[in-house]
């Protein structure tokens, strides 16, 4: 990692060393993993998963996925063991321990705007394109030339936009895709649920690659830490950046030593003022 960017993140981790109780939220495309033209093949960058599930088992890390994908997708291309808890399309659903999902109800308009685009996508004979989820269609043009993408991103937008508006939806583009989804389906919202969900003082960062997760770092402004994972860096409110994986990889190691720390203190039965000693 840069070492300037190590000292500057060495504030919040000593936080997370000592603190009883931390937070890690995390988006899972183009984060923990990288991009594939096939979804389904979307598995995490090398030692991701090991260091998350470290994390994991040491049990003072509450680790939440919110990806957009449903959220019974995300697992078996994380594999970690134990499971982290997943939030599925973009906080909107949440994955039980038991796998069954939880959701909200949605509106009518909400649904019949959905319909509505679906039966759009089937008039243009695009139903291939598209992902189905519960809140939420995308429309996915990962792979495709340049020019095709083009195309099938106007052809979209024009064909989705109406509905949106009548239909008080979002309408939101991706990496590789653009998304129309419930109002309710935003990371924003999700980072805003968690947070009445977890105590005041406890460290959280958020870590996201897409505008998608934009939201969600401008949710935890003041709050919680929040990186941008990306090869290149592009605008953002995200307060840091990331370049996966080997930064990535240094993140998570130092989280779980930020972790370790506060273990091994606590059995030397050594107080948190002495800890900041320690750390220096
Ligand atoms: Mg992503």
Known sequence: MRSGLQSQLEPFLRKVAKAPESALLLDYDG???????QRD??????????????????????????????????LPLLNVHPSPEVWGVHGLQRLKPDGSTEMPQLDE??????????????????????EFKA??????????????????????RLGWRPIA???????????????IRARAADKGEAV????????A???IAYLGDDTTDESAFKALQGRGLTILVRPKWRTTSAQ????????????????????AQRDALNNRGIDDREIKVVNQ
């Not at 984060?31 to 033209?37: D, E, G, I, V």
């Not at 509505?116 to 243009?124: S, T």
């Not at 805003?192 to 105590?199: K, P, S, T, V, Y």
């Open 201 to 203: 003082d406890a460290p």
């Open 31 to 37: 984060t923990l993993a990288p991009f594939q033209s």
């Open 192 to 199: 805003r649920a968690f947070l009445e969900e977890i105590g």
């Open 135 to 156: 809140g939420s269609i995308a429309v996915h043009w990962r792979g495709l030339s340049d020019n095709d993408t083009e195309a099938l991103r106007a052809r979209v």
């Open 109 to 130: 308009r909400t649904l019949e705007g959905l319909s509505d685009a679906e039966r759009w996508l089937g008039y243009q004979e695009l139903l291939h394109t598209a």
């Open 240 to 259: 840091f950046w990331l370049k996966p994986p080997e930064e990535l990889l240094d993140f998570l190691s130092l989280w779980l030593k930020s972790c």
């Open 41 to 74: 093949q979307a598995y995490p960058y090398p030692g991701v998963a090991l260091l998350l599930q470290e994390i994991v088992r040491d049990r003072r890390t509450r680790v939440v996925v919110i990806s957009g994908r449903d959220a019974t997708e995300v």
């Open 165 to 179: 508006k009548q239909r008080h939806l979002d309408l939101l583009e991706f990496d590789g895709g653009l998304e």
